[in-house]
């Protein structure tokens, strides 16, 4: 009991000299604003440890297409701008990264034309190198998932109407081939990501409508697979992307054009269930784009009616999220000036539990495989502060908590 009392009066301390609170922080941190000009439908992928976001265009009052691209670094929080897209004036274009080199295609240029070629780029020499032509129909609007370092692109609107149509791009052979349609109603302006060697495509805009639907892409079956639809919310130009093995989809609008959404899901690839979470915590929007570097989402750009260039990065570790699951840990003693031990309930045969611990910013400090039901952090280099960590099971978040190491 005296121990627990003291436990309580330290923390007690640390909140009164410090201010910390387990609520101060938030899972959305505003950063550097957009190195370009206000403007929506632009494009984003990210090649390493850097992100790019380029190209757009402004369609209120006046009629603006760009070319620019802008290159990011979350270690400076700053942008540079890089050499102007290939292909030209280009807005909703699709994008996807593999390996050193970022391609990106189609959409509709300054003279209102669909297009159909793709470029890749070179951040080496800062160029811009035109490769293979999509070999479907000159499109906008189109989604895109990398799945084993082949390019997965289909969907959007052409001169024939909207598209269910599917290809993949060899980065190897520079060449393109077909896959089986999507099933899902064809659309333009859908979320895709992949997984674990599975794609998957959900919202985007109908015929007339728009739609919170969700799809799943097995290429070893060559076989689409209807999920569970995202959240509780029909939405087009949305954005989403994955981290830390979970996929996350949020904002848009309706097809109406009289909401703009700032609402987050989380999607659980095991159990095919989306839980909301803590809403963007800039301006509703549309056509937010998005990239991730080292399990950070970085999200920015996109239109209210008003061109916006605000630019933020999503930890989830820093938020409040409630996970469903049977795994549960106990961390004592918090704070701590020496050891912290993270102790589960049970660890099954079956489970592959693993450990990530990060920083307030959201900084990856390590990852450690737990064979037994303890783990043990000694301080050891740790300065004093507030850390973060997570639970894993097979690379999905079962449980996350902060923890704060004293003098």
């Known amino acids: 009991m005296r121990l627990i ?61 760009f070319k620019d691209y802008w290159q990011y670094d979350p270690a400076t929080n700053s942008w540079s701008q890089i050499a102007d897209f290939g292909g030209g004036y280009r807005y909703h274009s699709t994008a996807f990264g593999i390996g050193n080199y970022g391609y ?10 669909y297009k159909n070629d793709f470029w890749k780029y070179i951040p080496l020499i800062n160029t811009w190198v035109q490769v293979a032509n999509f070999p479907g129909e000159a499109r906008r609007g189109s989604c895109a998932f ?25 980065p190897t052979t ?40 969700f799809y799943e892409y097995d290429p070893l079956t060559d076989i689409w697979t209807q999920k569970a639809d995202v959240g509780t919310t029909p939405r087009q130009d949305a954005t989403g992307f994955v981290i830390n ?23 659980d690839f095991i159990n095919d269930a ?25 999200c920015g750009t996109g239109t209210d009616g008003t061109n916006l260039r ?27 000036s020496e050891i912290v031990y993270f102790e589960l309930k049970s660890l099954n045969s079956n489970e592959e539990i693993s450990i990530s611990i990060f920083n307030n910013q959201g900084q990856f400090i390590l990852n450690k495989k737990m064979t037994t039901s303890i783990f043990e952090l000694n301080k050891n280099s740790l300065l004093s502060g ?15 908590g902060k923890f704060i190491i004293s003098q």
Do not use: M
């Not at 990106?104 to 034309?113: F, I, M, Q, R």
């Not at 093995?245 to 848009?252: E, K, N, R």
């Open 174 to 213: 520079n060449t393109w081939d077909t896959i089986a349609n999507f099933i899902g109603i064809a659309r333009s302006s859908a979320v895709a990501f992949s997984h674990n060697d599975k794609g998957y495509i959900g919202t985007g805009h109908i015929l007339g409508d728009d739609t919170n639907d």
């Open 274 to 298: 989306w839980i909301q979470i803590e809403d963007f915590d800039g301006l509703a929007r549309r056509y937010l784009v998005s990239f991730v570097i080292n399990d950070v989402a970085y």
């Open 104 to 113: 990106v295609g189609l959409g509709e240029d300054d003279n209102s034309e």
């Open 386 to 400: 507030s850390y973060y960590y997570q639970i894993l099971n097979h690379g999905t978040i079962q449980s996350n």
């Open 5 to 65: 009392q003291q436990l309580v009066l330290r923390t007690f301390l640390i909140i009164l000299i410090t201010g910390f609170s387990f609520d101060s922080y938030c899972a959305w941190v505003q950063k550097a604003p957009f190195g370009g000009e206000a403007k929506h439908r632009c494009t984003a992928f990210s090649i390493g440890n850097k992100g790019y976001i380029g190209g757009g265009h402004i369609n209120s009052i006046t009629s603006i297409t």
């Open 146 to 170: 990398v799945i084993n370092n082949l390019g997965y692109v289909g969907t959007g609107q052409s001169e024939s109407g909207y598209a269910n149509d599917f290809y993949f791009y060899d």
């Open 310 to 336: 605000d630019f933020w990065a999503y930890y989830p570790l820093l938020g409040a999220d409630e996970f469903d699951s049977e795994i549960s840990v106990h961390v004592y003693p918090n704070p701590s």
């Open 245 to 267: 093995g979970a996929g996350y989809i949020g904002t848009g609008n309706n097809v109406e054009g009289t909401d703009d959404y700032d609402d987050f899901w989380r999607y």
